[in-house]
Every structure is written in structure tokens, then in C-alpha cells.
């Protein structure tokens, strides 16, 4: 089973997850990701040229997790983004075949990153759970791969600067 995990420059989670293979602290659980990216292509009934409109559209990072110790921290992330917002990293992991601690295979790291919409849900009986959504001024996205017999093996990072327009590294 998949877990994800977020942590925030500079903020210390009271109670964060520690979690063997995620270096650092700060770590929180996340319940899920969500992004993606449209581009526009007219594809008119009798027109074969496919002709692309322009840019790529990114969206927001949106994001969900139960009420827990990071909860206070994101708050006060979405009232005092910093002047330029912060770094953001969001980890993805998977179980060791062992059992013996995670691997780490999928990485986005946001720079500039501001929280831009949260949102807490909740019903009787259940814990209240948050829906937060991140802005950004870069993405980089670092997708590892699995070889026969379990093994992690580093893939390559796709990042992108929107202010630029610009695809930083990736396949050209």
C-alpha cells in the first residue's frame, strides 16, 4: 500500500510522521494528490492540422488528510504564506518487500508554493477531514521506477517554470 507525505519549509509538525526513508523532518500524512495539466489543441471535423492554442494550463496542487498536528500549521500557512511563499515537498512511498521500513518513488517538490484554498469537511461520527489547494511558481516532478525483484532505481525530474513558460529539465 501507496503512502503520501508532505512537509513545508520551515515548519516543525508537532507530532509528524517519521517515516524510515524520508529524510528530514516535518513530514505529515496526506490522504491524497491531485494535479494536472491541459494543454489546447483544436481538433476540428475536417481540419487535420491538430494546431496547438498556446501554452500549457497547470492546476493547483489539491490535496486531502485527516484534522491532525499539522492542521494548526497549514492554517497558519494559508493566513502568512511568507513574502514569496515557501518550498513545498510531497513524497510518495511504498512498503520495503521486507517489511523493513518505505521506498520513496515518486517526489513533487513546489517552489514559491502558497496555499491558495482550505477547506475543512466533516460529519457525526467521523474525524474532520481538510481539502487544501496549493499554488506554485515551479514544479518538479522526480518519477522512480521498479525493476524485477523490487529494486528502486532513480528516474529522471521533469520541472517546469510558469513564469518562464519554461520546461527546466525533462525530456526536450
Request: a negative charge; hydrophobic letters at 35%; zero cysteines.
Amino acid at each position: 500500500m501507496a503512502s503520501i507525505y508532505m512537509r513545508i519549509e520551515s515548519v516543525d509538525v508537532k507530532g509528524g510522521a517519521t517515516v524510515e526513508g524520508l529524510e528530514g523532518a516535518g513530514w505529515f500524512a496526506l490522504s491524497s494528490y491531485a494535479w494536472g495539466g491541459v494543454r489546447n489543441v483544436a481538433m476540428d471535423i475536417g481540419n487535420g492540422n491538430n494546431a496547438d492554442g498556446g501554452m500549457v494550463a497547470l492546476s493547483e496542487i489539491n490535496l486531502s488528510k485527516q484534522v491532525d498536528g499539522a492542521s494548526e500549521d497549514l492554517l497558519s500557512y494559508l493566513f502568512n504564506p511568507g513574502k514569496e511563499g515557501k518550498t513545498v515537498e510531497i513524497a510518495f512511498t511504498k512498503p520495503e518487500a521486507d517489511g523493513s521500513g518505505a521506498k520513496l518513488y515518486f517526489q513533487v517538490k513546489l517552489s514559491k508554493a502558497r496555499l491558495v484554498s482550505y477547506n475543512v469537511t466533516g460529519s457525526d461520527g467521523s474525524q474532520p477531514h481538510e481539502n487544501i489547494a496549493l499554488s506554485y511558481v515551479e514544479i518538479a516532478q522526480k518519477h522512480n521506477y521498479e525493476l524485477d525483484g523490487g529494486e528502486i532505481k532513480d528516474g529522471g525530474i521533469v520541472s517546469y517554470n510558469l513564469p518562464q513558460g519554461k520546461l527546466l529539465s525533462g525530456a526536450q
